[in-house]
């Protein structure tokens, strides 16, 4: 499938990417920077799943950006929508496909560090599987990787450092931390919470670490970034809403989006 998407979206483009990104809930308007943007709807992609998360417009966008040849997942795939592991990856495999080198990866995550705060901006430098899923299960795609991919630098230190170095540079303050992914749909008790916490996990969501895993397995360098927008259960008295990840994403995309640019300029 990955192959057929790759020549189809090929087709409809004038360049091969170098850079690709992956935008969670409420952060997709990122794309506004990129330039002369050619925009391919999931819908019309051979083999293409559709998204069904509000906030994921479910499309890639390819063009320029900050001087490198990007295409933009404007949306992603989520287990918990009833896709299978294949489906979950297939737009990191596509992009591989079309030639990327770097995979920059963002998501909405709840916050367990008790020193965190919604709307603070989370590198991630190691994270946990609890989802009991990987998306290499079954016949390894020998095409794109090894059987037993190494997960030791999954996110790769150099890149991580010079995120850091870039929101230092501007001002902004950036957490660094693990990220731990659970099934989803439904937010964690504060019990999963609490367990999460003892095992070392910083923050918690419900995407990727598939992602993530593929990425690796194809050779691909990757860094993560996540936006903290709300804290986990349990960490306030307060319940969770899909609502609130959305406004406070959009509340943090300013400044997201300039890390992101910043970053990527100096790639």
């Known amino acids: 499938m990955y192959k057929n998407a790759a020549e189809f979206v090929q087709r409809k483009v004038k360049i091969q990417p170098e850079v690709g990104l992956i935008l969670g809930s409420g952060l997709g ?23 069904t998360v509000p906030g994921h417009k479910g499309r890639f966008v390819v063009g320029r950006c900050q001087g490198k040849k990007v295409i933009a997942a404007q949306g992603r795939f989520h287990y918990y929508e009833g896709y299978d592991m294949e489906q979950v990856v297939l737009p990191v495999r596509t992009m591989k496909v079309m030639g990327i080198q770097i995979l920059i990866v963002t998501n909405s995550a709840g916050g367990i560090n ?14 946990i599987n609890v ?11 020998d095409d794109l990787g090894p059987r037993f991919p190494d997960m030791t630098y999954a996110y790769d230190p150099s890149l991580r450092r010079l995120v850091m170095d870039t929101a230092k540079e501007m001002g902004l303050k950036v957490r660094e931390g693990v990220y731990a992914m659970m099934p989803g749909p439904s937010y964690e ?15 918690v969501g419900m995407s990727t670490v598939p992602e993530v895993i593929a990425a690796v397995h194809a050779g691909l360098k990757v860094v993560g970034i996540s936006c903290i927008t709300n ?31 910043g970053f990527i300029t100096k790639i």
């Open 29 to 51: 308007d990122v794309v506004e920077a990129i330039e002369d943007p050619i925009f391919i709807d999931y819908k019309d992609i051979p083999g293409f799943p559709k998204t």
């Open 114 to 127: 008790p020193e965190f705060s919604p709307g603070d901006l989370m590198v991630i430098k190691d994270h």
């Open 131 to 141: 989802s009991g899923v990987n998306p290499l299960r079954g016949r390894n795609r």
């Open 189 to 203: 008790t504060p019990a999963e919470i609490h367990m999460l916490r003892v095992l070392g996990a910083d923050a």
């Open 231 to 261: 804290m986990a259960a349990g960490i306030l008295d307060k319940p969770l809403t899909h609502e609130e990840v959305m406004e406070t994403a959009e509340r943090a995309a300013k400044d997201f989006a300039r890390l992101l640019l």
